[in-house]
């Protein structure tokens, strides 16, 4: 028999053969890993976050897209928040760090976030509206702009994922229900309603995106007609507010002209022109403009849909009916002027509450949660006027605006100071519990 310590190796011997086999087999696999992250990476090759150039730019396309449709102001500012949603969803799906407004599914590795964004924002557009030849084209630029072919098709997969997923969750959410139309007696406080109707009254019907209910912020109402409060602000726009023959200085005159104008564009793009200015033309991380859009364009959506509700309820009636019809109110303090107008023709709707307030408050909350309320750091320009305006602070954005909307003799003081309770109670509210931030074991830490 032979002897065994000469035909096989002694056991040292042995357990070095296998030290060294598992340590080729080890470099083998980590090479092959290497090799094979490598490869992934080369789908969508990025260092560090992506950047806001494509979430700026679909945020100023949604805005011209919805003007082409001529939807009105208070429609925008609800649709607006729509698409600032699945666009959230869609960079959050591949950069991560907060709280999704929906699931949906994880994103494949080297996602472009350009990609996905326009995607997102596109298809929501198109559920929302149709596509046009320009809607078209605008997405073919951006999808062409991404050159790795992998990270395109997987970026495009996670923006589809983001506006299906949004859009499943406005599923009869009652936008644009044509068959809610507001019908008023004549009468002293009551808004006559034109022969064409009452802008949208669908509005204040629509579920939320976030806040608990159209009605969940608790409204006074307008001054009684026959209160001191109401005589005093009954002075104030008669006399500032008129067309002609008004006491409004020629810089007030500019003031309520500069806020004669649509604000949610005018608001997004004082948004977008401060993500260039603070961060370059890049606009900085992806994810936190799409997370500041969110936040303040779902603010505003839920805003309108609490004020137009107020609207409908209350259907107050505007200055022009107010003072033209002075007789009737039981004031003894009020006069009437059959003739007087305001500066600009007004909407069709009532006074209270003001639907620019609504908006003013919903963003220059947002605004100052996200940025602090002393360093919102907006520069705003007006189409009506030509010119562009500074502001540091939220509480002179609130002035200004109040102001010029009486200015232009459109509203009440009363509708003002309302209108921005309840766009600073929506934009808390979406702060407080949506889009927030996480910890590293994914526990939520609370508001921005």
């Not at 011997?13 to 470099?27: D, G, Q, S």
């Not at 090799?35 to 950047?51: H, I, K």
């Not at 959050?92 to 599914?105: H, K, M, R, S």
């Not at 500066?343 to 709707?349: K, R």
């Amino acid at each position: 028999m032979p002897d065994t310590a000469t035909t096989f190796p002694n056991k040292l011997h042995l357990r070095r053969l296998l030290v060294n086999a598992f340590a080729f087999v080890t470099v083998l696999v980590l090479l092959v890993s290497v090799l094979g992250t490598s490869t992934a990476r080369a789908a969508g090759p990025r260092l560090g976050p992506a950047n806001a150039v494509a979430v700026l730019d679909w945020n100023r396309i949604t805005y011209r897209v919805f003007a082409e449709r001529a939807y009105p102001p208070p429609v925008q500012g609800l649709l607006g928040g729509y698409v600032a949603t699945a666009v959230f969803g869609a960079v959050n799906a591949i950069e991560g760090g907060y709280t999704p407004y929906v699931g949906q599914a994880r994103a494949a590795r080297g996602a472009s976030v350009d990609a996905a964004v326009a995607t997102a924002a596109y298809d929501v557009l198109v559920t929302l509206g149709g596509t046009t030849t320009q809607l078209d084209a605008d997405l073919a630029t951006s999808l062409a702009s991404v050159s790795d072919p992998a990270a395109r098709a997987a970026g495009i997969a996670v923006g589809h994922d983001a506006a299906a997923a949004f859009m499943a969750t406005r599923v009869g959410d009652g936008r644009f229900d044509t068959s809610i139309t507001l019908t008023t007696t004549f009468g002293p406080g009551v808004w006559d309603v034109p022969p064409t109707g009452m802008t949208a009254p669908w509005l204040g019907f629509v579920r939320p995106l976030a806040v608990p209910s159209q009605t969940w912020v608790s409204l006074g109402g307008p001054d009684l007609l026959t209160s001191d409060e109401y005589a005093a602000d009954f002075a104030e726009v008669k006399a500032k507010g008129a067309k002609t023959g008004s006491t409004r200085t020629a810089r007030q005159t500019e003031t309520a002209m500069f806020y004669s104008v649509n604000p949610m564009p005018q608001y997004n793009a004082a948004l977008r022109d401060r993500f260039v200015r603070h961060h370059g033309t890049t606009g900085g991380p992806a994810i936190k403009a799409a997370r500041t859009f969110a936040i303040a364009n779902v603010a505003i959506a839920d805003a309108i849909i609490v004020g137009f509700r107020a609207k409908y309820d209350f259907h107050n009636w505007r200055p022009q009916q107010a003072i033209q019809r002075a007789d009737t109110d039981g004031n003894p303090t009020t006069t009437r002027q059959f003739d007087w107008e305001p500066l600009v023709p007004n909407p069709a709707y009532g006074d209270y509450v003001s639907g620019h307030a609504i908006v003013t408050g919903a963003f220059r909350q947002a605004m100052a949660r996200l940025f602090g309320p002393n360093r919102i750091d907006l520069f705003i320009t007006s189409s009506a006027t030509g010119t562009t305006r500074h502001y540091q602070t939220a509480a002179k954005l609130k002035q200004d605006t109040v102001n010029a909307r009486i200015w232009l003799g459109l509203h009440f003081r009363k509708a003002m100071e309302d209108g921005n309770l309840v766009g600073r109670k929506s934009a808390n509210y979406v702060s407080k519990h949506q889009f927030r931030s996480l910890d590293w074991n994914g526990g939520s830490v609370g508001s921005p």
